[in-house]
């Protein structure tokens, strides 16, 4: 079990937002006032709590975040701000802080006012179990079709940072649909976190997609409390972006009725930025995703992905490799093993290789199979 860094405490409960009775309310709390950062979706239509959150973090602290599952409070109006503000001030007062020093995150179904007075009930018995061990009852309560946890922790010097996250459906680029936690004891300057937290964000959640679909809750905190002292700020960095790999590829391995984990390689582009956004273009093809499903080694799926990728390339240049047989060359069949490569995709791991032939630059998306499964949790979700 995976323990918190110095200085924190964390708890998880039932409220009853879930029919099943699970726990579905957690609180992070630090025992000093830490520095705090975030990142949030990129959907215009947000949810109540990542508005609230995105004005509380404008002072660059917070000392707690309390986060439900179950209904995402988004798509409810005036309301909906009221339910979130009520969250961060019953939860300031059951720790003796004050509001504005509370962050709140939410996520289930859309479109459903929040049964807050349940919510309410739930932060002040979560608010008497806060405990340093309590972290897999924290990461538990954020889960939705979540079929387990997803935690991951590195070192920088003597501090050391914990992640959680939920994701398993509704992801896509420009911020993955999903929550993310990360609590730090390192010592780090505001704008160091900040920036930190951004290029992490690009190197990890920004790189994988599920579905396609970009959700109205997305948001990562990190909180900062300073309890181990000072870190190198380059350290600090690569330790965030491993916490944040590792918790994107949970996420990408816990897709919604998956049942294979794909990276997509995009290499010899003109630059990073377009080897991204071609890697991307690939990753979200259905028709190439439900190909990946029944293990067809379909690589003109990938090449028409590219085609409509808005990238510059010639595509009389390009070459392609599926589980390691190189099935396209300079845009036309290739030597490679068909069969063989049907083969390679029928396993867990599949690589997905494009070749543009234009520069020295690379990328690599992580994205899964859309199956039978998928469609079925998809149909049953409000239900």
């Not at 036309?332 to 070749?355: F, H, S, T, W």
């Amino acid at each position: 079990m995976t323990s918190l860094p110095k200085g924190f405490r964390a708890t998880g409960v039932a409220a009853g937002l879930k029919p099943s009775g699970a726990v579905d309310l957690g609180l992070l709390v630090s025992e000093m006032q830490a520095t705090a950062a975030g990142v949030f979706t990129t959907n215009r239509v947000a949810a109540a709590p990542v508005q609230l959150s995105r004005r509380h973090l404008r002072r660059g602290v917070a000392r707690a975040v309390v986060v439900n599952s179950g209904n995402a409070n988004a798509a409810t109006g005036s309301r909906g701000l009221a339910d979130a503000r009520a969250m961060a001030k019953t939860a300031g007062s059951a720790l003796g802080l004050r509001e504005r020093d509370v962050l709140v995150a939410s996520t289930g179904i859309i479109g459903v006012y929040m049964p807050i007075a349940k919510v309410l009930t739930g932060i002040g018995a979560a608010a008497g179990s806060v405990s340093a061990g309590g972290l897999d009852h924290f990461a538990t309560a954020i889960m939705t079709t979540d079929t387990r946890m997803k935690v991951a922790e590195a070192s920088a010097g003597n501090a050391r940072l914990v992640g959680v996250a939920k994701g398993a459906g509704m992801i896509a680029p420009e911020m993955a649909t999903m929550l993310c936690f990360i609590a730090t004891d390192a010592e780090v300057d505001r704008g160091v976190l900040y920036d930190s937290l951004h290029r992490a964000t690009s190197a990890s959640f920004n790189l994988i997609d599920v579905d396609g679909c970009r959700s109205t809750n997305d948001c990562i905190f990190v909180l900062a409390n300073g309890a181990a002292g000072p870190v190198d700020g380059e350290a600090f960095e690569a330790a965030l972006v491993e916490v944040c790999r590792s918790l994107a590829r949970q996420v990408v391995e816990d897709a919604e009725g998956a049942t294979k984990v794909v990276a997509i390689t995009v290499r010899s582009a003109s630059n990073v930025k377009e080897a991204r956004k071609a890697a991307a273009a690939i990753a979200s093809s259905l028709l190439l995703r439900c190909a990946l499903a029944g293990a067809d080694p379909n690589w003109g799926r990938v090449l028409a992905a590219l085609g409509v990728s808005n990238i510059p390339f010639d595509p009389a240049v390009v070459d392609v490799w599926l589980g390691g047989e190189k099935v396209c060359e300079r845009g036309a069949p290739g030597p490679g093993d068909v069969q063989k490569a049907g083969a390679a995709m029928g396993e867990r791991e599949i690589e997905i290789i494009a070749e543009l032939n234009r520069g020295g630059a690379e990328a690599t998306v992580l994205t899964n199979d859309i199956t039978a499964e998928y469609i079925r949790l998809n149909t049953e979700y409000t239900t």
